[in-house]
C-alpha cells in the first residue's frame, strides 16, 4: 500500500478498505479521546478534581468524498470539464446554499450578508485544485495520480444551528 500524507494510493481490497472506513462513523470519539487523557494530562484528577470532566472540541475537521478511477489517464480525460463545470456553475449563490449560510426563497443572498466568497483554481501536487471558500470554510476539488478528490469539505467555523455536540 502506497502512502503520501493521509492518502492512500493502492488498495488491494476496497471493500474492506470502505469497512474499514464506515468504522469512524460507529467510533464513540468521547470514549476513545478520554482514553488519552491519563498519556496527555495525568494531572487532570488533581488540577480538575472529580466533579469536572474534560471537554472535547474540534478546531477544524474535513469529510472528502474520493472517486477512485483506473489510471491517472482515465481522471485526465474528464478532468477539465469538471474544473469547468464546477468554476462556472459554484457562483456565489450556490458556494452559499451548499455551505449551509441563509439565503432568499430566489436563493440571493440577504443584503446584509457579510458571507466572503472566493474561488481560486490552481495546479497543485502534480494536478488541479479549484477551491471555494466561504469566510474560513471550504470546498475544494482535485486530483492526485488516478483518484479524484471532490467535496472535500473543511469546516472550520460553525455556526450555532448546524453544531452537533457528543456526550
Known amino acids: 500500500m502506497l502512502k503520501s500524507k493521509v492518502e492512500l494510493f493502492y488498495i488491494s481490497d476496497y471493500k ?56 491517472p489517464q482515465s481522471l485526465n480525460k474528464i478532468m477539465d470539464r469538471l474544473i469547468r463545470h464546477a468554476h462556472i456553475n459554484g457562483t456565489s449563490t450556490r458556494v452559499l446554499r451548499y455551505m449551509d449560510r441563509p439565503v432568499r426563497i430566489n436563493a440571493a443572498p440577504y443584503k446584509n450578508s457579510t458571507d466572503q466568497i472566493a474561488t481560486r483554481l490552481m495546479s497543485f501536487n502534480n494536478g488541479i485544485r479549484l477551491k471555494h471558500w466561504c469566510d474560513s470554510n471550504s470546498i475544494k476539488m482535485y486530483n492526485e495520480q488516478n483518484v479524484l478528490r471532490k467535496q472535500a469539505r473543511k469546516v472550520q467555523s460553525v455556526s450555532p444551528q448546524t453544531r452537533t455536540t457528543f456526550n
Open 16 to 71: 474492506a478498505a470502505q469497512r474499514t472506513l464506515d468504522k469512524q462513523l460507529d467510533a464513540q470519539w468521547v470514549e476513545l479521546l478520554n482514553g488519552l487523557l491519563p498519556a496527555v494530562f495525568p494531572m487532570m484528577a488533581n488540577i480538575l478534581g472529580p466533579y469536572l470532566s474534560y471537554y472535547w472540541t474540534v478546531w477544524q475537521s474535513e469529510w472528502a468524498s474520493d472517486l477512485i478511477f483506473d489510471s
